[in-house]
């Protein structure tokens, strides 16, 4: 017997990647496909548990018979497509996104950023000292999670996951237009003069720390946040009856971030404040 | 407004004993503390309770049961859920045979009409709210049935504002509406419920005009929402504590289940019951047994085959009777027929509604020993204080959501100086009482449930781990159930349908303490979005949004008594009386305050509430209370002696 009734069945879509052939469900992306069969392609606007933005270009791949590439992340894949994701066009495209973006914003913080400029030979210093930056000092309003502008690639993940695609509280939007656009809460305003609820759940998905948790922010200031000495441990949060999954981040006996699984069916990833930030009381020891 | 000083509570690290109750507690040994317990139970056998915890580990529950069973001999056990939806529990239980709710979360997003009664789901349930968003995103029709307009009913299609505690007037008008519309769904009423006809008298009187006299609500969004449920392919039906924490809440339960068997709303995806729990496992702490009247796997104590099956399990014999439930057991204490408490992890001395009373009754235990994270109010009333380890982040085990998901719990830090888990603990009082349980780890303790219970027979460890948890029942160790419950009431063959649901004949009844000149306000109770019950969990980390407790009025009432935000008022009922700050909420009616219970150390709101419980489920009605607000003379500046001069 099935769990849930499973709508018209899905039917398999046969294309070819780097050659090779591939069947992936219908409605699948291409991203899928190549995570599917182990191909890394990197990512940063795309997020498992939102809808596709294509705001950052860094996943292009190219498709035969397009004019332009394509990005992995949102685009479908069709029947007898032809799909190449390591071509020198491809390559170029990402060096010079991860150039762009590396030059404007510190990712210092983004994960495996490093990794990839290395790995696509990106030089963002090229631009010279006078390339456009955001010169944004951390904004510390309250005791829960900083802001980090300086950070921030744009990617709308933070505006997404506390507006209609999950959150629904509508505190994250988009100030200004163009070249001047840039992530604010509501009018500019400070966070505890806004309508957040702090569940956390923008820190959640922001892919380069330009949102983070007050514990880690504060930690990676002292230099002593060190994720390989943390273990992560999935548990349920103990407030209310709804029994969200929680991973607790745990270092030398602290648990220093609460995160929840993307693939939980309770969450999807999401927790309010007292799952994200209500933790303390256990390890108040003396 | 005055500056804070929340009580943070730093953990218990070893064992606390005194000799009497007058003393200062002093640091004792394991060996010390725990033959102390022994001695204590021991000498009051025959008048001994548990509690236990509705926040504890379903194995934990388990042990708990056990020990009061097989070691004290008693069916006394029962946790907190009773002050919260053991009223769910007792009316699902009665209509359906099972006391859980019957659908899933996913399914609130697959659905035509949600009705959100007496829930504020927005604050105190966040993460199911967003399924109820979904729900919304996907076209469903949100329906919010409150006395409050709150974060909950400003996503709703239609506010149903409704006087406290006239949920049964409501639910049987929107009742007689489907019936006169001709919506009722008569092939499911016929096949597979019993009692409709007394049901279709009972509420013949509740035309919707005297409704709207009744509860106050329009009759046209009455009328809206009648037919709106009853036209709907499939419904959910959610509830909260605006439902069962009255002094007849199984009866409001009841009245909310007659709904869904008149239109057919359950049994099928999409369509059904679900009452949202308070605590991360208050659910499956009934499971386990830890209630006066089931066994582990909620199997009926005076059902023979069942009891057997525990006795040979067990080695012991089960009494045929329900024990006493945690509002009879305190009355118990009050007689004096109940002398010993075993209490694991409950704050009953700050969670029960009158708390002055409730304390007064700890107080005349001759033994208490307390099981907790840390000192609070009720164990600075024990005897013998354990510290023990935190369910959630220091325990292996397992908790049962309100979609009846069990879910593995997992340790993440290791717990600070000599704590212990509770079932170490709780195996080694046993120990000293003549028995043997020795369970090598919270998996064995689950693997015996397992034996015993056939709903959670097939959830191995393995399994639950594979399917991130797995609902209950699931009797197969190779198959998963539906995700809904009660699919049997639209089988054709009446042998496999099994019993019909009967209709609950209920009647309105209005709340015990009547508002008049002199408490003319009526007060409702609640929980806001950053914080937790008594607050000595939630207290504990620095929210933005938190600004203490306060007596939230409307704007009118607000204006009427003179009195401004942040001001300090008396508010005074019936049985107690407490000075806490003003803040005004435009969500509130002329005549409607609310109040929450979060912050107990700055003001004890349950000096306020009363005492009047549910004679079926035990419940008090917190939510409804008569009170009166007296401005406080205000401390007189000294004017500056200006009248003497002039310019």
């Known amino acids: 017997m099935t769990v849930t009734p499973l709508g018209i069945p899905r039917r398999l879509v046969e294309f070819t990647l780097d050659g090779e052939p591939v069947r992936v469900p219908e409605g699948s992306t291409i991203l899928d496909a190549c995570r599917a069969v182990g191909k890394d392609v990197p990512t940063l606007c795309h997020g498992d548990t939102l809808t596709p933005k294509n705001a950052c270009r860094v996943c292009m791949v190219e498709v035969e018979g397009s004019r332009t590439l394509v990005p992995a992340c949102s685009r479908r894949a069709e029947a007898g497509m032809e799909v190449r994701t390591r071509t020198e066009r491809a390559l170029h495209s990402r060096k010079v996104v991860l150039e762009l973006l590396a030059s404007s914003v510190d990712m210092s913080t983004t994960p495996r950023a490093a990794e990839w400029i290395e790995e696509y030979g990106a030089d963002p210093g090229r631009f010279g000292p006078d390339a456009a930056r955001l010169q944004e000092q951390p904004r510390i309003d309250n005791e829960l999670y900083v802001r980090d502008y300086g950070k921030c690639i744009l990617c709308y993940k933070c505006v997404d996951a506390c507006g209609e695609q999950w959150q629904n509280t509508f505190a994250i939007s988009v100030a200004g237009r163009g070249f001047d656009a840039r992530i604010a809460v509501e009018q500019d305003a400070p966070l505890p003069d806004s309508a957040c609820v702090y569940c956390g759940n923008c820190v959640e998905v922001c892919p380069t720390g330009a949102l983070s948790f007050k514990t880690e922010f504060d930690m990676r200031a002292a230099g002593t946040w060190d994720a390989s000495r943390q273990t992560e441990t999935t548990t349920v949060c103990a407030y209310c009856g709804v029994g969200c999954n929680v991973t607790l981040h745990v270092q030398d006996n602290e648990i220093v971030k609460v995160t929840s699984p993307h693939d939980n069916p309770v969450t999807h990833g999401n927790l309010c404040i007292k799952g994200r930030f209500g933790y303390q009381h256990v390890q108040n020891r003396d | ?647």
């Not at chain 2, 009409?113 to 966040?126: D, E, K, L, Q």
Request: with cysteine; charged share 25%; aromatic share 8%.
């Open chain 2, 1 to 647: 407004m005055r500056k804070r000083q929340p009580k943070t509570y730093t953990r218990l690290t070893h064992p606390l004993v005194r000799d009497a109750r007058t003393e200062p507690f002093r640091r004792a040994t394991w060996d010390e503390a725990l033959d102390r317990v022994a001695r204590g139970l021991e000498r009051n056998r025959g008048a001994f309770g548990m509690f236990s915890c509705s926040r504890a580990t379903n194995e934990t529950n388990y042990v708990a049961q056990k020990f009061a069973r097989v070691v004290m001999g008693t069916h006394n056990v029962d946790s907190c859920n009773r002050t919260c939806h053991a009223p769910s529990v007792a009316g699902l239980a009665a209509a359906f045979g099972s006391g859980g709710g019957t659908s899933s979360y996913a399914e609130v997003e697959h659905t035509d009409v949600i009705v959100m009664w007496g829930s504020n789901a927005r604050f105190a349930h966040p993460i199911f709210f967003q399924h109820v968003l979904k729900g919304i995103g996907n076209g469903a029709r949100m329906y919010a049935v409150d006395p409050r307009r709150t974060s909950t009913a400003e996503w709703a299609e239609s506010w149903l504002g409704l006087n406290v505690g006239t949920d049964i007037a409501l639910a049987h008008a929107i009742g007689r509406e489907i019936i006169h519309a001709g919506l009722t769904n008569e092939a499911f009423v016929r096949r597979a419920t019993t009692g409709f006809e007394e049901y279709r008298a009972l509420v013949e009187p509740w035309t919707l005009s005297l409704a709207e006299k009744v509860t106050g609500v329009p009759a046209a969004a009455i009328r809206e929402l009648a037919h709106a449920y009853a036209r709907a392919e499939r419904a959910q039906l959610c509830w909260t504590l605006g439902i069962t924490e009255h002094h007849n809440g199984t009866d409001n339960v009841r009245a909310l289940i007659n709904l869904a068997l008149l239109t057919g709303h359950v049994g099928r995806f999409g369509s059904g019951l679900q009452p949202l729990r308070g605590q991360n496992n208050v659910q499956g702490g009934g499971d386990m047994g830890a209630i006066p009247n089931r066994l582990p796997g909620f199997q009926d104590i005076l059902d023979a085959d069942a009891r057997h099956r525990f006795e040979s399990a067990w080695g012991t014999a089960l009494a045929p009777h329900y024990g006493l439930n945690l509002t009879e057991m305190f009355e118990a204490m009050e007689d004096g027929t109940l002398r010993a408490v075993y209490c694991i992890g409950e704050n009953p001395a700050q969670s029960e509604a009158d708390s002055e009373q409730a304390v007064r009754r700890l107080r005349q235990l001759d033994f208490l020993v307390v099981q907790d994270i840390f000192l609070t109010r009720t164990a600075e009333l024990a005897d013998v204080v354990l510290p023990a380890t935190a369910g959630w982040a220091e325990t292996e085990g397992t908790t049962t959501n309100s979609e009846r998901r069990v879910q593995r719990v997992r340790r993440a830090v290791t717990p600070p100086g000599e704590a212990r888990e509770d079932i170490d603990i709780l195996c080694d009082v046993a120990a000293r009482l003549g028995h043997d349980f020795t369970y090598a780890d919270a998996e064995a303790v689950w693997n015996e449930l397992r034996s015993l219970s056939p709903d959670h027979h097939g959830m191995t460890y393995a399994r639950l781990e594979e399917h991130q948890g797995i609902q209950w029942p699931c009797p197969s160790t190779d198959r998963l159930e539906p995700t809904y419950l009660h699919g049997r009431l639209w089988e054709s063959d009446p042998a496999r349908r099994g019993r019909p649901a009967p209709f609950g004949i209920v009647q309105h009844d209005p709340p015990v303490d009547l508002t008049d000149e002199r408490y003319p306000i009526r007060l409702t109770t609640g929980r806001r979005l950053d914080s937790y019950n008594t607050g000595v969990q939630s207290g504990g980390f620095a929210s933005p949004l938190r600004r203490g407790e306060a007596i939230e009025l409307s704007p009118e009432d607000a204006e009427h008594y003179g009195v401004v935000v942040g001001e300090q008022v008396r508010v005074t009922s019936r049985r107690g009386s407490v000075t806490a700050p003003v803040w005004v909420d435009p969500a509130l009616r002329p005549g409607l305050a609310f109040m929450t219970f979060h912050f107990p150390d700055e003001v004890d709101t349950n000096q306020l509430t009363i005492e009047a419980n549910c004679p079926i489920a035990g419940t008090a009605e917190f939510k409804a209370s008569a009170i009166r607000i007296e401005k406080l003379p205000v401390a007189t500046e000294v004017p500056p002696l200006t009248g003497l001069t002039t310019d």
